[in-house]
């Protein structure tokens, strides 16, 4: 896609590339039109700072099933205690910017200048939504994502006290809400808060039906 194309129908996500896993397009630009089109498809964008726009549909698809879920045993301790306060949508801008600050033993950030203004964007839109968790009132976790019909695409979350981002996690898969929470990419923490890898096919299934 050209740059700044907000309007060009992404390819299907079936085409999408084995190696890197997932590619499916490059270009484009991140325009709520766009950005709708692309969650709508099961498509994301992720890509650094001086790259092209990247868009992803990864096989498997790492999501959790809110029906599903049970907070391990560790985790109920946690919210047994009640350490944190959740709230939504009060400090979009301050999660957005915590998840974006480089992790330790890492030396940039994918969530770029022009990632958090297209998000900004789509949360002054109504579509993007902060999951907040807050200790002696500020804030020390959280996440954000879209939300479109039953589904939430997660796209990143922070913490800066432990167990902060578990807590708002939780929260948003107990809240009942959504029927399905895209989690995108897999990883060991995601795995054993109880995400599951489904085949791409079933994700894109569920779109169909979740998002109408």
């Known amino acids: ?9 992404f390819p299907r996500p079936e085409n999408a590339l084995q190696e890197p896993n997932g590619l499916v397009a490059a270009g484009g630009d991140l325009s709520p039109e766009r950005l709708l089109m692309a969650y709508q ?5 992720w890509f650094s700072q001086g790259d092209p726009i990247l868009w992803w549909s990864p096989d498997p698809r790492c999501v959790i099933f809110p029906e599903n879920f049970t907070p391990n045993r560790s985790l109920r301790k946690v919210l047994k205690r009640g350490l ?9 801008e301050q999660v957005i910017h915590a998840c974006a600050l480089p992790r330790k ?9 022009s990632m958090k203004k297209a998000y900004n964007q789509m949360h002054t839109l109504g579509h993007a939504h902060s999951i907040e968790a807050w200790q002696d009132n500020q804030l020390v976790g959280g996440l ?5 019909g039953k589904v939430f695409f997660g796209e990143s979350m922070f913490s800066q006290v432990d167990n902060a981002s578990k807590v708002a996690l939780t929260a948003l898969t107990l809240s009942s809400q959504y029927q399905l929470i895209d989690c995108q990419m897999q990883s060991a923490h995601l795995l054993n808060m109880g995400a599951a890898l489904i085949p791409r096919t079933q994700f894109q299934s569920l779109l169909d039906t979740l998002i109408r």
Do not use: C, L, Q, V
């Open 1 to 9: 896609m050209a740059e700044g194309d907000s309007t060009t129908p």
């Open 41 to 45: 498809a099961g498509i994301f964008p």
């Open 84 to 92: 944190f306060e959740i709230r939504k949508n009060t400090a979009f």
């Open 105 to 113: 033993h890492e030396s940039g950030t994918w969530i770029t200048d």
């Open 144 to 148: 954000y994502g879209i939300a479109i």
